[in-house]
């Protein structure tokens, strides 16, 4: 475990003010664009204006996503030491899956295995697939590490410190990592603004 018998993992700073620039720009654009619209009304414009205030708002779910993102990148960080892992786990680092903050120790004993599940969600004819990983622990609990997104079989590749963490939990407890099938989200609130996610592994 080096020098420290600690290993941690946690977003790297490009990951993080990428995500900030992100979320600020989105904002931006939904305040910029009820901004425009209440002009347009003053203006008379009525049409125009529904118009653009429509967009914006159809933004807001992808705003409040960035903004969780941001939030999960600045502050997420696994630890592995001798006998546990110490674990920071925000609120809503989760697109769909309901995730409430974790900050603490889980023994190893305490796992049961650690699972990852690959998730597909169809919104307006554009599918999204997102690699989920959990530690199933022996009280039948589930706790949700994080998750990435992925492509098919291009996520083989791809390493990110979620799935890096999970990987080293596993080698370092002795613990499996089982893969799980992949699973569907389902549409809620007509399909359009929100996804439902599938039943926990």
């Not at 475990?1 to 490009?14: E, L, N, Q």
């Not at 920071?88 to 900050?103: D, G, I, Q, T």
């Not at 979620?162 to 990592?177: Q, Y």
Request: aromatic residues 8%; hydrophobic residues 45%.
């Amino acid at each position: 475990m080096g020098k420290a018998s600690r290993t941690t993992f946690d977003y790297s700073y490009g990951a993080r003010i990428a995500a900030f620039i992100a979320a600020t720009l989105i904002w931006a654009l939904a305040l910029g664009a009820l901004a425009a619209g209440i002009w347009l009304l003053v203006l008379r414009q009525s049409v125009a204006a529904g118009l653009v205030c429509l967009f914006g708002l159809l933004l807001t779910p992808s705003c409040l996503g960035l903004q969780h993102r941001m939030r999960t990148v600045h502050n997420w960080q696994v630890s592995l030491r001798p006998g546990h892992v110490t674990l920071v786990l925000p609120a809503n680092r989760s697109v769909h899956h309901k995730a409430r903050a974790f900050e603490g120790e889980v023994s190893y004993r305490d796992i049961d295995e650690i699972v990852r599940r690959g998730e597909v969600y169809s919104r307006l004819g554009l599918q999204r697939r997102k690699m989920t990983y959990w530690l199933a622990l022996k009280s039948g609990d589930r706790l949700l590490l994080g998750e990435h997104r992925h492509s098919g079989d291009e996520e083989t590749k791809r390493t990110t410190p979620v799935s890096r963490a999970a990987e080293a939990i596993s080698r370092t407890s002795g613990l499996k990592m089982s893969r799980f099938e992949e699973a569907e989200g389902k549409p809620a609130l007509f399909g359009f603004l929100v996804m439902r996610p599938p039943a926990l592994p």
